[in-house]
C-alpha cells in the first residue's frame, strides 16, 4: 500500500516535500494551508491595476550557490537573470549596498575618499569584503573613522527600525558583520545564480504541486489537538482520515499549544502604493536607514523588467509580531529565544514520525535557497 503523508504549510518547505515524496517515491501526499492562496510567504499575483507582478509577503530575490538547488527549481520554472542592486539612501545620496569603492566616492569629498581607498586596498586587498568590525581594529584613524561612519549611517538606523531595539541594545559584534565591500562590485549578493522566476514564484510552486498523488486543501488550519496516533500507529485528522507521516512546516510554539511560552517574532506592515508614472525609483530597492519610519521601499516592475506607464512599490514598517493582527516574520535570534525554541524541539522528539522543518517549525530564518536545501535534506533523510 502506498504510504500517506500529511503535510501542514504550502509554503516552499511542505512544497518540495509534497513534490519529492510524490514524484520519487509514488507516495499519496495531502497538503493543508490555512491561507487561501499556496507558496506561504514567496505568494506573488498580478496587480491588477498596473499589470505588475507584487510579492505579497515582501520583496523576494531568489540567489543561491548551492547547484543541486538551482538545478532543482529549474525544473519547474524559467527564469528571468536578474542581478539584485540595493541603493540606501544616506546623507542626501543613493549610494550602493554593501558600501563599495563607488559609495566612498559619493559620500565623502574626493581627496578623503582617494586616501581611504588607498588605504583599504593596501591592508585588505582588493575585492574583499571586510567586516566593520576588522576595520575598527586596525590601528589607522581614517579607517576607523570609516568603519563608525557605516555603523552609524548604514546599520544603526535600519536595525533599530527593523528590531526596534534601543541603540545601547544593540550587539556590536552582530551589527560589525556588516562589510565594506573594497570593490566596484556593486551586487547585493554575489552568488553564482539569481534570478527571479520568469513567471512568478506564485507559478513556480504551482508547477510543483502538479503530481497526481498530491492533494491540496486550502483554507485548512492544522491543529494538532484534532490529529490523533491511533492503534495502527498512524495519524488520524479529523475528515482526512489516516496518515503515515505528518511533516508539519508551522510554527514549533503554536504546534505544542504554546505550552512552553511563545517565541516571539519581528512582522511588518507591508504597504503598497501605485503611482501613475512610469518609474518612481532609480533601483529596485532603496534602503532607508535614516529617513523615514519605513526601512525599504521596493519598485517591482525592476524584478521582471515589466513594462507599464504605471508603476508600484511597497514601503515596510516593522513592528512587533501579534497574534491575529499581522505576520509571524523574523524569529529574533536572541539567546532566550534560542533556548526557549531548544525546550520545544526537545518535545517533538518524542512523537512518532512527525517531521518539522521550515522557517516557523526551525524559529530559523532561512533565504529560499536555504529553505529548499533544507527540506531536500529532510527528505534524503525520510528516505
Ligand atoms: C520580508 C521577507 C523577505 C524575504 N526575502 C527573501 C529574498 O529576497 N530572498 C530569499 O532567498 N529569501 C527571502 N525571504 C525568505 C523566504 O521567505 C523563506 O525562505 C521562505 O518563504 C520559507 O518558506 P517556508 O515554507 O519555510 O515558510 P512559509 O512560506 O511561511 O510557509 C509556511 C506555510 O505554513 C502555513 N501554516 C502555518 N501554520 C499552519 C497551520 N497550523 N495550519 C495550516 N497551515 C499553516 C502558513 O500559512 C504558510 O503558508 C524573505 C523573508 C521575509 C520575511
Not at 187 to 196: M, S
Not at 211 to 226: A, E, G, M, R
Not at 233 to 241: C, V
Request: with cysteine; glycine share 4%; charged share 30%.
Amino acid at each position: 500500500m502506498q504510504k500517506r503523508t500529511l503535510i501542514i504549510g504550502c509554503g516552499l518547505s511542505g512544497t518540495v516535500l509534497a513534490e519529492r515524496l510524490a514524484s520519487v517515491k509514488d507516495e499519496e501526499v495531502l497538503i493543508i494551508d490555512k491561507r487561501e492562496h499556496i507558496a506561504g510567504n514567496v505568494y506573488d499575483y498580478e496587480d491588477k491595476k498596473t499589470q505588475i507582478s507584487v510579492h505579497k509577503y515582501g520583496p523576494h530575490v531568489f540567489h543561491t550557490s548551492i547547484k543541486e538547488v538551482w538545478e532543482y527549481l529549474s525544473k519547474f520554472t524559467k527564469w528571468h537573470y536578474f542581478m539584485y542592486r540595493v541603493k540606501a539612501f544616506i546623507d542626501g545620496k543613493e549610494v550602493n549596498i554593501p558600501f563599495n569603492l563607488d559609495s566612498l566616492h559619493k559620500v565623502f569629498p574626493k581627496y578623503l575618499a582617494n586616501d581611504l581607498e588607498q588605504k583599504l586596498v593596501r591592508t585588505f586587498g582588493f575585492n574583499k569584503k571586510v567586516p566593520i568590525l576588522e576595520l575598527k581594529n586596525t590601528d589607522d584613524k581614517d579607517l576607523q573613522f570609516l568603519a563608525e561612519y557605516i555603523y552609524q549611517k548604514v546599520f544603526l538606523g535600519y536595525t533599530m527600525k527593523q528590531w526596534g531595539v534601543k541603540p545601547e541594545e544593540l550587539d556590536f559584534s552582530v551589527s560589525a558583520r556588516v562589510p565594506v565591500y573594497v570593490s566596484l562590485d556593486d551586487r547585493y549578493f554575489q552568488d553564482t545564480y539569481q534570478a527571479i522566476p520568469l513567471l512568478g514564484y506564485t507559478q513556480m510552486v504551482q508547477n510543483m504541486l502538479t503530481h497526481q498523488n498530491i492533494k491540496l486543501k486550502l483554507k485548512t488550519h492544522f491543529d494538532f489537538k484534532d490529529c490523533k496516533l491511533n492503534a495502527n500507529s498512524k495519524y488520524e485528522y479529523k475528515d482526512f482520515g489516516e496518515f503515515d507521516r505528518v511533516i508539519y512546516t508551522g510554527a514549533i510554539d503554536e504546534f505544542f499549544n504554546y505550552t512552553l511560552g511563545r517565541l516571539p517574532y519581528r512582522s511588518l506592515d507591508i504597504v503598497f502604493e501605485r503611482f501613475d508614472k512610469e518609474y518612481v525609483q532609480s533601483t529596485a530597492q532603496i534602503n532607508y536607514p535614516e529617513n523615514y519610519d519605513f526601512t525599504r521601499a521596493v519598485e517591482y516592475k525592476y524584478y521582471l523588467d515589466e513594462k507599464s506607464s504605471k508603476s508600484i512599490l511597497s514601503y515596510e514598517f516593522p513592528c512587533a509580531y501579534e497574534e491575529g493582527k499581522n505576520e509571524r516574520y523574523y524569529p529574533i535570534p536572541d539567546e532566550k529565544n534560542q533556548k526557549l525554541y531548544e525546550e520545544y524541539k526537545k518535545l517533538t522528539k518524542e512523537l512518532k514520525n512527525v517531521h518539522f522543518l521550515g522557517r516557523l517549525a526551525d524559529y530559523k530564518y532561512y533565504d529560499m535557497d536555504k529553505t529548499i536545501a533544507r527540506a531536500l535534506s529532510v527528505f534524503a533523510e525520510l528516505n
